[in-house]
């Protein structure tokens, strides 16, 4: 990499509407009369960030800590409080002077696109072999064949940055997170090998005596083979009768690479009984389905489509690879203001059913026929899913309660003595008489003022103690949501959020338009890889340790991260500080252990293993960033702070943190150069076009057309995503339909979310990961218009679909396959959205154009470096 870095110059010239800075403002909270500070601290131009005048800007240097925090969305240790969002610091009278008329023209701008095309060229469809400490994986945005020799795939585990600073006070100085994004159970592509399974019989896996690290490539053996020296913390152990081997002339043993725990960076071993609950083999799983048989959900045909989907997907229940058929069992409750057990059994001719009228004491009124297993029971089974649409048809009942029927569930598996999963398919406010019943809070007047975060907090305490509780007993929630109105998401969706399930929420659901995303993300709940009664660990070598979590998991202590289950989408974000020197020599280890029930009721440890390098030049540290990982790690640091603290502050933090970083790098690394020049670690390009998009995500910034709950579920949603879906959620991927070959099978190149690509005569593609736009322009090309739409001209297109119509043109089959490719392998089925030009669901789709000024507040990508590169030049002076 050139010392320089990237270069952005902003010309000096007259400022252009719409693209200069306003004018400086200070103050308190946007009041003039309160200005007051120490000299020296310097202030920002208002409006960068949507907000009013922001206070004053953090000197270099750790944050100010603030107090412990056990928050619903992950614990930190203690001696470690939270120092990422801490109320604004104090502010001054001391204005900043600069030149006015400073602008970056966006010809300059460095472009995403370039940056992952760019990587998609040098490293595309290659093997990343994963033989060196430290090495920067490929983006994620880049296809490639990833092949283990003794470090972790980046599949696994991503870092903000692949090269560790030696201490603490570098650290402080660069202000780069320390963070690993790690999601232990993600999916493999078939053409990549899958994880060995390691069985030492009863005698387990081997361990560090002291500080209990599992066998991985760091250990070193000693004196002939008889003992080894463990990388975490050096202690020097016996090796087991059973494990002994000798050594070749390098010191390696002669079995290195028979054995994956000697030669690969993730594996898996079987658990001995010390590793279960009670010192007892678990039971396999089981799955409840618990559909909403209020008045509305029988009257719209929601239940009736639930019922005729579970005959199909039950039949898809997944099972360990050399079984014939899924070992999990499976219930079924229905409710409204009540609850309806059923009994299915296998020897019944009619399914029976239990009412549980006590919803303040919740009971489970039969064990024997509840859970069963499908095969056996299945024409039982098909039974009841006719009848339920049939047996509700006549009900009146529209109040529902939610909190019994997940501790109907949960006490049902306790009975059982096996861990599971709760499918829930609900769709209202709970207003019945019972725990957790919920009122209309729906407060816009919050919105932009310091009570703003209540909007994103449970309304009671009973909804975290149950998450609590779900977690003691291994049961984890799936919660589907159908909302025509309000339902408290903040509330509700807490529980699957801290249980490790997911929330899917379909607002103003039409089972005409709406069905197949809602059937394809069942479908795919149902079927994906899943571990059960998960318990993580992150252990790492002297210097340096986990302080921070984030991600749909609890925590009692300040090392155990348990999880109900966690499934192939779901990711935990784990900061590290320094608590000592790190060495160039020794690097920074990380192992990642989770130890977790299969779905066929066998007990695994999966073990992931990385080393990174360490550096006491700053420069190193730079070089080594991932931005995608960055803005994963800002996201989740920021969502978790939604809930303690005013968004304009945290806002602000994440604007001073970038430009402290971005500044560092220049006094420290870059080459002198004019103060015009915003210059840009290679590895960091991208990190403001980013970091505005996170700034402008409606979680930090409302809208008046997004709902509270649409607000509370998005953040929900970030915190477990994985670096490749926070990448594209933040900065969405925009395609131009109209200028692709027909004849190519790649797709077409990308280009930049902004306003200024699209084109009257031509037909666009934006996906997120929720929703996919297609735009067309009003004088889009009429072939392409017949070909996709069948309709003879852009007037004649239905808005209203939420599906491609069958044309089988070569135009319609080529726009399904870019669909099905943006889709594959995604956490959520994305609602298709035709939007024309110049119609009202246009202003929608602006709102993802994510380079563009906001039409709520937010700058444009030009005014945030203008804004940042002034920051920067503060910190300088």
Same mark, same amino acid.
């Given at each position: 990499?050139?010392?320089?870095?990237?270069?952005?110059?902003?010309?000096?010239?007259?400022?252009?509407?719409?693209?200069?800075?306003?004018?400086?403002?200070?103050?308190?909270?946007?009041?003039?009369?309160?200005?007051?500070?120490?000299?020296?601290v310097m202030?920002?131009?208002s409006?960068p960030?949507?907000?009013?005048?922001?206070?004053?800007l953090?000197?270099?240097g750790?944050?100010?800590?603030?107090?412990?925090?056990?928050?619903?969305?992950?614990?930190?240790?203690?001696?470690?409080?939270?120092?990422?969002?801490?109320?604004?610091?104090?502010?001054n009278?001391?204005?900043?002077?600069?030149?006015?008329?400073?602008?970056?023209?966006?010809?300059?701008?460095?472009?995403?696109?370039q940056?992952i095309?760019?990587?998609?060229a040098? /490293?595309?469809?290659?093997?990343?072999?994963?033989?060196? /400490?430290?090495?920067?994986?490929?983006?994620?945005?880049?296809?490639?064949?990833?092949?283990?020799?003794?470090?972790?795939?980046?599949?696994?585990?991503?870092?903000?940055?692949?090269?560790?600073?030696c201490?603490?006070?570098?650290?402080?100085?660069?202000?780069?997170?320390?963070?690993?994004?790690?999601?232990?159970?993600?999916?493999?592509?078939?053409?990549?090998t899958?994880?060995?399974?390691?069985?030492?019989?009863?005698?387990?896996?081997? =361990?560090?005596? /002291?500080?209990?690290?599992?066998?991985?490539?760091?250990?070193?053996?000693?004196?002939?083979?008889?003992?080894?020296?463990?990388?975490?913390?050096s202690?020097?152990?016996?090796?087991?009768?059973?494990?002994?081997?000798?050594l070749?002339?390098i010191?390696?043993?002669?079995?290195?690479?028979?054995?994956?725990?000697?030669?690969l960076?993730?594996?898996?071993?079987?658990?001995?009984?010390?590793?279960? %609950?009670?010192?007892?083999?678990?039971?396999?799983?089981?799955?409840?389905?618990?559909?909403?048989?209020?008045?509305?959900?029988?009257?719209?045909?929601?239940?009736?489509?639930?019922?005729?989907?579970?005959?199909?997907?039950?039949?898809?229940?997944?099972?360990?690879?050399?079984?014939?058929?899924?070992?999990?069992?499976?219930?079924?409750?229905?409710?409204?203001?009540?609850?309806?057990?059923?009994?299915?059994?296998?020897?019944?001719?009619?399914p029976?059913?239990?009412?549980?009228?006590?919803?303040?004491?919740v009971?489970?009124?039969?064990?024997?026929?509840?859970?069963?297993?499908?095969?056996?029971?299945?024409?039982?089974?098909?039974?009841?899913?006719?009848?339920?649409?049939?047996?509700?048809?006549?009900?009146?009942?529209?109040?529902?309660?939610?909190?019994?029927v997940?501790?109907?569930?949960?006490?049902?598996?306790?009975?059982?003595?096996?861990?599971?999963?709760?499918?829930?398919?609900?769709?209202?406010l709970?207003?019945?008489?019972?725990?957790?019943?919920?009122?209309?809070?729906?407060?816009?007047?919050l919105?932009?003022t310091d009570?703003?975060?209540?909007?994103?907090?449970?309304?009671?305490?009973?909804?975290e103690?149950?998450?609590k509780?779900?977690?003691?007993?291994?049961c984890?929630?799936?919660?589907?949501?159908?909302?025509?109105q309000?339902?408290?998401?903040?509330?509700?969706?807490?529980?699957?959020?801290?249980?490790?399930?997911?929330?899917?929420?379909?607002?103003?659901?039409?089972v005409?338009?709406?069905?197949?995303?809602? &059937?394809?993300?069942?479908?795919?709940?149902?079927?994906?890889?899943?571990?059960?009664?998960?318990?993580?660990?992150v252990?790492?070598?002297?210097?340096?340790?986990?302080?921070?979590?984030?991600?749909?998991?609890?925590?009692?202590?300040?090392?155990?991260?348990?999880?109900?289950? *966690?499934?192939?989408?779901?990711?935990?974000?784990?900061?590290?500080?320094?608590?000592?020197?790190?060495s160039?020599?020794?690097?920074?280890?990380?192992?990642?252990?989770?130890?977790?029930?299969?779905?066929?009721?066998?007990?695994?440890?999966?073990?992931?293993?990385?080393?990174?390098?360490?550096?006491?030049?700053?420069?190193?540290l730079?070089?080594?960033?991932?931005?995608d990982?960055?803005?994963?790690?800002?996201?989740?640091?920021?969502?978790?702070?939604?809930?303690?603290?005013?968004?304009?502050? *945290?806002?602000?933090?994440?604007?001073?943190?970038?430009?402290?970083?971005?500044?560092?790098?220049?006094?420290?690394?870059?080459?002198?150069?004019?103060?015009?020049?915003?210059?840009?670690?290679?590895?960091?390009?991208?990190?403001?076009?980013?970091?505005?998009?996170?700034?402008?995500?409606?979680?930090?910034?409302? =809208?008046p057309?997004?709902?509270?709950?649409? %607000?509370?579920?998005?953040?929900?949603?970030?915190?477990?995503?994985?670096?490749?879906?926070?990448?594209?959620?933040?900065?969405?991927?925009?395609?131009?339909?109209?200028?692709?070959?027909?004849?190519?099978?790649?797709?077409p190149?990308?280009? /930049?979310?902004?306003?200024?690509?699209?084109?009257?005569?031509?037909?666009?593609l &934006?996906?997120n990961?929720?929703?996919?736009?297609?735009?067309?322009?009003?004088?889009?090309?009429?072939?392409? *218009?017949?070909?996709?739409?069948n309709?003879?001209?852009?007037a004649?297109?239905?808005?209203?679909?939420?599906?491609?119509?069958?044309?089988?043109?070569?135009?319609?089959?080529?726009?399904?396959?870019?669909?099905?490719?943006?889709?594959?392998?995604?956490?959520?089925?994305?609602?298709?959205?035709?939007?024309?030009? %110049?119609e009202?669901?246009?202003?929608?789709?602006?709102?993802?154009?994510?380079?563009?000024?906001?039409?709520?507040?937010?700058?444009?990508?030009?005014?945030?470096?203008?804004?940042?590169?002034?920051?920067?030049?503060?910190?300088?002076?």
């Amino acid at each position: 990499m050139s010392r320089q870095g990237y270069v952005a110059t902003p010309p000096y010239s007259q400022s252009q509407p719409g693209m200069g800075l306003s004018p400086p403002h200070y103050g308190h909270y946007g009041d003039p009369s309160h200005v007051t500070s120490p000299p020296g601290v310097m202030k920002q131009p208002s409006g960068p960030l949507g907000a009013p005048a922001p206070s004053g800007l953090l000197p270099p240097g750790p944050l100010p800590p603030g107090p412990p925090q056990f928050g619903p969305n992950g614990a930190h240790a203690p001696g470690h409080p939270p120092q990422r969002f801490p109320g604004p610091p104090p502010v001054n009278n001391a204005a900043p002077s600069y030149a006015s008329g400073h602008v970056i023209h966006s010809s300059r701008l460095v472009c995403q696109i370039q940056v992952i095309e760019s990587d998609r060229a040098t /490293r595309g469809g290659q093997v990343y072999t994963t033989n060196t /400490r430290g090495q920067v994986p490929p983006l994620v945005t880049t296809d490639c064949v990833i092949q283990d020799q003794g470090h972790s795939s980046p599949r696994y585990i991503r870092c903000t940055t692949y090269c560790f600073p030696c201490t603490a006070d570098m650290a402080k100085q660069a202000q780069i997170p320390l963070a690993a994004v790690i999601k232990p159970f993600a999916d493999i592509p078939p053409n990549e090998t899958p994880l060995y399974l390691v069985n030492h019989g009863e005698s387990g896996p081997v =361990r560090c005596n /002291r500080c209990k690290a599992y066998m991985c490539p760091f250990m070193q053996f000693i004196e002939g083979g008889r003992r080894y020296q463990c990388g975490f913390c050096s202690c020097v152990n016996d090796v087991p009768p059973f494990y002994f081997q000798h050594l070749d002339h390098i010191g390696r043993r002669v079995d290195h690479y028979e054995k994956p725990e000697l030669s690969l960076g993730s594996y898996e071993y079987v658990a001995t009984l010390d590793y279960c %609950r009670k010192n007892k083999p678990p039971n396999p799983p089981a799955f409840i389905f618990m559909i909403d048989v209020s008045y509305s959900n029988i009257k719209n045909g929601l239940v009736k489509l639930i019922c005729d989907e579970l005959k199909t997907v039950l039949q898809r229940l997944p099972k360990e690879e050399h079984e014939e058929t899924s070992a999990i069992r499976v219930g079924f409750i229905t409710y409204n203001k009540v609850l309806h057990f059923f009994n299915v059994k296998s020897n019944l001719a009619q399914p029976q059913m239990m009412v549980v009228t006590d919803v303040a004491e919740v009971f489970v009124p039969l064990l024997d026929g509840f859970l069963v297993n499908y095969q056996e029971s299945q024409s039982v089974i098909h039974n009841l899913l006719d009848q339920i649409p049939e047996m509700f048809a006549d009900s009146n009942e529209n109040e529902t309660v939610f909190v019994p029927v997940i501790q109907a569930g949960m006490e049902a598996l306790k009975a059982a003595e096996c861990p599971g999963k709760l499918f829930i398919f609900h769709s209202s406010l709970p207003t019945a008489e019972a725990p957790g019943k919920l009122k209309n809070r729906d407060d816009r007047k919050l919105v932009n003022t310091d009570k703003e975060k209540i909007l994103f907090q449970p309304q009671t305490t009973v909804y975290e103690s149950l998450a609590k509780d779900c977690v003691a007993n291994s049961c984890s929630v799936t919660l589907f949501l159908f909302p025509s109105q309000y339902v408290d998401v903040a509330s509700l969706g807490l529980v699957p959020l801290l249980t490790g399930g997911t929330l899917y929420k379909y607002n103003g659901f039409q089972v005409n338009s709406d069905s197949q995303q809602f &059937l394809n993300d069942l479908r795919n709940d149902i079927e994906k890889k899943i571990g059960f009664d998960a318990i993580m660990r992150v252990r790492t070598s002297t210097g340096f340790r986990a302080t921070d979590f984030f991600g749909g998991i609890f925590m009692n202590n300040t090392t155990d991260v348990e999880m109900a289950a *966690i499934d192939c989408d779901k990711a935990v974000t784990v900061e590290f500080k320094h608590d000592d020197k790190l060495s160039e020599d020794a690097g920074a280890l990380i192992q990642c252990a989770v130890l977790y029930t299969t779905i066929g009721g066998q007990r695994r440890l999966r073990i992931h293993n990385l080393a990174l390098n360490c550096s006491t030049q700053l420069a190193d540290l730079y070089k080594s960033c991932e931005t995608d990982v960055l803005i994963n790690f800002f996201a989740k640091s920021a969502f978790k702070a939604v809930l303690n603290q005013p968004l304009k502050s *945290i806002r602000e933090i994440l604007v001073n943190q970038t430009a402290h970083m971005l500044a560092c790098y220049r006094k420290h690394c870059a080459s002198p150069s004019a103060a015009s020049q915003l210059i840009l670690p290679d590895s960091m390009k991208v990190l403001p076009v980013y970091m505005n998009c996170l700034l402008k995500n409606c979680v930090l910034l409302s =809208r008046p057309e997004l709902s509270t709950d649409e %607000r509370a579920y998005q953040r929900q949603l970030v915190m477990t995503m994985g670096v490749a879906d926070s990448q594209l959620f933040f900065y969405p991927q925009l395609l131009p339909i109209h200028t692709w070959d027909i004849k190519s099978t790649v797709l077409p190149a990308a280009v /930049r979310c902004s306003e200024a690509r699209l084109s009257e005569d031509g037909i666009f593609l &934006l996906a997120n990961g929720l929703n996919v736009f297609l735009w067309l322009g009003v004088s889009s090309p009429p072939e392409l *218009i017949q070909g996709i739409f069948n309709v003879p001209s852009f007037a004649h297109i239905n808005t209203d679909l939420t599906s491609l119509p069958e044309v089988g043109s070569p135009h319609s089959q080529q726009l399904r396959m870019i669909i099905n490719n943006i889709q594959h392998k995604k956490p959520y089925s994305m609602k298709l959205i035709i939007v024309k030009q %110049r119609e009202q669901r246009e202003m929608v789709f602006r709102q993802f154009l994510v380079e563009d000024k906001g039409l709520y507040g937010g700058s444009s990508y030009v005014d945030f470096l203008c804004c940042v590169h002034k920051e920067i030049c503060q910190l300088l002076n």
